[in-house]
């Protein structure tokens, strides 16, 4: 692989640029190599932020989602790097590998377990903020997007262009596409068409010896790799081709809270028998959390049942009332809408100008933990009573699960078709997740969610207990910080997130990164480690 030359006169701008840090610090052999590398000092000063350089917290926290991960005592990265070329990227790897570094990639920052900007041991981040292109081909129904774009960039993007296409990914508008590509991404348009990652035709790769490859040149066991496979384990995804989907001009978006006192278990337990079945233009989900009860002073749970129908309301409420007599559906609980801005009605966002898709800050941020399951078998009415009962302790003030319908497309895609396994089968999805204000309690939140786990485990998959890799869960083990990890310890929490393809991702990972530069927690391991 060859790297950028470089000439003596940078070097020496760069020495003076970087306020003596460089030669001081032990780490500064680094700086070094990567200054040389970029070479033109203003763009140095834009590409490269040390712990000194008074922009180091705005650039670090800009996208820090999870503020679990942005206290004080969260290990710090040594640099955070905004790459502006391709050629940044290849010499922060470079640079990153020469001078005893871990690289955590970061796209959207929306890692549960903030993995993409924390590490125990000395790193750097290499963020993507700056490629964020999102190129539209309506004429041929794909677009280029880069991984450092937002999906509601990307949602954004295609609207802005035509109401007739549409892309099949997750909810949350602030998500970025390199993070969320990378481990599957399902949102209301997954019953239709299958998870995002089921749409990728091709990318923009850089590995751990800097070679820029794209699915010809990778070939297609990496190319089926990085499409699900996990973030910062493969390689740099720079952008995704991805082939859009249909969309029809008008959608339908329904609410209807029903708490405890008015059957809520109950109707929930119907809709476990129900919902997968629906025709595929229909995705439902069921949010459920604490909310007021009518009775001054005490609180009950809530289920809300929420949907999205392709198609208008007049035909929408005939289906429910045929298949789904039980919720009560009726025109006043419908908005039709655009399918992009049914985006922000289920980020619960105001129906505004879908401009507000643009805005990375749109959305409150908080300390959170989440956890996942997949669901095979309804669940009994007792089972739910005590799960919904959980949601009445204190700490779960803040917690929600996002019940999310299967069925549908995800049901006639092959297990083995990308790494994430979880398809035909699962009636639905579970998302857990809890949240607190004051980082000191941290501990009792995090209890009640293990908790609520460990009662959930009788009714969930198992053998493996399945888990969605997109929400990491660091409680189902990790990698050693140091050292080799195992194939056997690796398998503990790879079997739950990729099932019989774990096996081929560590094939894969041991072909392209033997070294295993590109890690994190939860990384796929090599077959053997240096
Ligand atoms: P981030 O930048 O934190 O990266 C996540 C992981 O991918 C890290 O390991 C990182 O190193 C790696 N990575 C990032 N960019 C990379 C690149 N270019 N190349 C290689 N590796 C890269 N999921 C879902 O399926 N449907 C949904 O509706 C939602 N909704 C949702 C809402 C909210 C509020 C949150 C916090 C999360 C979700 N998710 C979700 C989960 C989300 O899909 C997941 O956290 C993604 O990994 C986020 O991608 P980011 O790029 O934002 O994360």
Redesign the pocket.
């Known amino acids: 692989m060859k790297f950028l030359q470089f000439s003596v006169l940078p070097f020496l701008i760069v020495i003076l640029s970087l306020d003596g840090e460089t030669l001081a610090h032990p780490y500064g052999g680094f700086l070094h190599c990567l200054s040389l590398r970029i070479s033109n000092s203003s763009t140095i000063s834009k590409v490269i932020y040390t712990q000194n350089n008074p922009s180091y917290a705005s650039v670090l926290n800009a996208?820090i989602?999870?503020t679990r991960f942005s206290t004080p005592t969260t290990p710090k990265p040594y640099a955070i790097i905004t790459p502006r070329k391709t050629s940044h990227v290849q010499s922060t790897i470079y640079c990153s590998k020469n001078h005893g570094f871990q690289l955590?990639?970061?796209?959207?920052?929306?890692?549960?377990e903030?993995?993409?900007?924390v590490s125990q041991v000395p790193f750097v981040i290499l963020d993507?903020v700056n490629?964020r292109a999102v190129k539209v081909d309506t004429k041929n129904e794909v677009v280029w997007v880069q991984?450092?774009a937002?999906?509601g960039e990307l949602y954004y993007g295609i609207a802005s262009k035509t109401q007739m296409l549409g892309f099949p990914?997750?909810?949350?508008h602030?998500?970025?596409?390199?993070?969320?590509?990378?481990?599957?991404?399902?949102?209301?348009l997954g019953r239709k068409y299958g998870?995002?990652a089921d749409h990728i035709i091709d990318a923009k790769?850089i590995d751990a010896n800097g070679r820029i490859l794209n699915r010809k040149s990778m070939g297609e066991d990496l190319f089926w790799a990085?499409r699900g496979g996990?973030?910062?384990?493969?390689?740099?995804?720079?952008a995704w081709k991805i082939k859009l989907v249909p969309v029809p001009p008008v959608v339908t978006v329904f609410t209807v809270n029903k708490n405890l006192e008015q059957n809520a278990t109950k109707i929930f337990h119907r809709w476990q028998y129900i919902a997968h079945k629906l025709p595929s233009d229909l995705f439902t989900a069921v949010w459920i959390m604490k909310v007021n009860s009518s009775q001054v002073g005490k609180k009950t749970v809530q289920a809300g049942f929420r949907g999205m129908f392709l198609g208008g309301v007049d035909e929408l409420i005939p289906l429910i009332q045929q298949e789904f007599p039980e919720l009560g559906l009726a025109k006043e609980n419908c908005t039709q809408m655009s399918w992009v801005q049914s985006i922000l009605y289920?980020g619960g966002l105001p129906i505004q100008p879908v401009e507000i898709l643009l805005n990375r800050n749109a959305?409150p941020r908080s300390s959170?933990k989440?956890k996942t399951d997949f669901v095979k078998e309804p669940m009994p009415e007792t089972g739910i009573e005590g799960f919904m009962n959980m949601f009445l302790e204190e700490e779960a003030d803040f917690a929600i699960t996002?019940i999310?319908a299967f069925g549908g497309k995800m049901d006639e895609i092959q297990e083995n078709e990308l790494p994430y396994p979880h398809r035909a089968g699962i009636l639905f999805e579970s998302?857990y997740i809890v949240q607190w204000t004051n980082e000191e309690d941290a501990g009792t939140y995090i209890n009640w969610i293990r908790r609520l786990y460990s009662y959930m485990a009788s009714y969930v998959s198992k053998s493996p207990r399945e888990a969605?890799?997109?929400?990491?869960d660091l409680d189902l083990g990790t990698n050693n910080v140091n050292g080799y990890t195992s194939y056997e310890q690796a398998s503990v929490w790879g079997l739950k997130y990729f099932k019989n393809n774990f096996k081929r991702l560590v094939q894969i990972k041991t072909m392209i990164d033997p070294m295993n530069f590109?890690r994190?927690k939860?990384?796929v391991p090599p077959l053997w480690s240096p």
């Open positions: 996208s989602q999870n955590r990639i970061r796209s959207g920052g929306h890692d549960v903030g993995v993409s900007y993507l490629f991984s450092g937002t999906t990914a997750g909810i949350c602030t998500i970025g596409i390199g993070g969320h590509l990378s481990g599957g991404g399902f949102g209301i998870l995002a790769l990085i996990g973030g910062n384990t493969f390689g740099v995804v720079l289920f959305l959170l989440a996002m999310e998302t969605y890799y997109n929400y990491k590109f994190n939860q990384s």
